[in-house]
């Protein structure tokens, strides 16, 4: 199982970024998954979950409104739509793939975990 996360960068805050993560070695659409993500000196943290069929999703309070996850199952991967990014939001991203399809906020919830990618906001 591998679970390619990218689309991470610099970008200035106000700006936008979309992550991706695709998943390969497992029938995707039996997954839920998630996105979490790590800032230097700090947990790993709950970012957003989407559930298999696209149907569900649910996010941080820290990103609503700004963040949309969603899937494309055909494809076999997650993507993180990421606008008006603040400063607070520079830290590694990582995806996640829950065979359980509960979508959870707890990252021990999760059977895969991708690389990581950094998302770095400048003030």
């Known amino acids: 199982v591998q679970l390619q996360a990218s689309g991470g960068g610099l970008v200035q805050a106000g700006g936008s970024l979309r992550l991706s993560c695709a998943a390969s070695?497992?029938?995707?659409?039996?997954?839920?998954m998630g996105w979490f993500r790590q800032a230097p000196g700090k947990e790993r943290e709950f970012v957003a979950t989407?559930?298999?069929?696209?149907?569900?999703?649910n996010g941080a309070d820290s990103v609503k409104g700004r963040f949309t996850i969603s899937r494309d199952n055909a494809k076999s991967t997650v993507y993180l739509q990421m606008n008006s990014l603040k400063p607070e939001d520079t830290a590694v991203y990582y995806c996640?793939?829950?065979?359980?399809?509960?979508?959870?906020?707890?990252?021990?919830?999760?059977?895969?975990w991708g690389q990581g990618t950094l998302v770095t906001v400048s003030s």
């Open positions: 989407i559930s298999r069929s696209g149907g569900s999703t």
């Open positions: 996640a793939a829950d065979l359980g399809g509960y979508g959870t906020t707890w990252d021990g919830g999760y059977d895969y």
């Open positions: 070695g497992l029938t995707f659409s039996s997954y839920a």
